[in-house]
């Protein structure tokens, strides 16, 4: 079976990044930045707050995790050599794929549910 060059569900290797080195790297929502070593700084994705762009700002230490809350662009500077890890979430077809999949049952056909007459509570009396 071919792997699918559109799917970045599976984590990258880590990502290794010198003092003093940044990386730029757009992401989807959802993604998780873990750093395994060192000590790095994250930037974004911009928002906008009122009329002003903002730049979110979070400190990763080797071990944290960081889950981006919306997709756009990140910059991940490192104050000492460290790594990431970074693992997107599937595509909306790979997760429509898996969703299918899961509600096919191996005996056949999904069973669907028998439909049924409403009792009247008070019938008319002619």
Avoid: Y
């Avoid at 290797?13 to 998780?32: E, T």
């Avoid at 700084?41 to 009122?50: E, I, M, R």
């Avoid at 056909?109 to 008319?124: F, G, H, L, N, T």
């Amino acid at each position: 079976m071919q792997s699918d060059p559109k799917d970045t569900s599976a984590a990258s290797p880590d990502v290794r990044l010198a003092a003093g080195q940044s990386l730029r790297i757009r992401v989807v929502a959802g993604a998780v930045l873990r750093a395994s070593a060192g000590e790095m700084d994250v930037a974004g994705p911009p928002q906008w707050l009122a009329d002003t762009c903002h730049m979110p700002r979070q400190r990763l230490r080797a071990g944290d995790t960081l889950v981006v809350p919306a997709r756009g662009w990140l910059e991940v500077a490192a104050r000492r050599p460290g790594a990431l890890a970074i693992a997107q979430p599937p595509g909306l077809l790979a997760r429509l794929k898996a969703l299918l999949m899961r509600t096919a049952r191996p005996g056949g056909p999904v069973r669907k549910p028998a439909s049924r007459q409403i009792a009247d509570p008070a019938p008319e009396k002619l």
